[in-house]
């Protein structure tokens, strides 16, 4: 979500809403995002882990390990920076 749509949803949404800018390959970001969430909200009712990015696609024997490092760190190492915090809520 674009920075502009979220700080729109936050407003349209009130104190039902917060948008927080986060890099979910980060943990210091993710970190405190779970926070924010618990110190707006008072608990974590659910988690939508769910930002991801997409590969090239490409044959297999094209693929460029960089891409597919940077992807995975994305999509799997996010999941995982993301539920660790909010199991411990």
Known sequence: MARD???QLERERGD???F???DV??????DAMIDGAV???GRMDCLVDNAGSPSPM????????DDFDRV???NVRGVMLGT???IRT
């Open 5 to 7: 749509e979220g700080q």
């Open 16 to 18: 039902a809403a917060r």
């Open 20 to 22: 927080i800018r986060t």
């Open 25 to 30: 390959s980060d943990a210091g970001h993710v």
């Open 39 to 41: 110190t707006n909200f």
């Open 58 to 65: 490409v044959s297999i024997v094209d693929v460029d390990m």
């Open 72 to 74: 995975n760190w994305i």
């Open 84 to 86: 660790k915090p909010v």
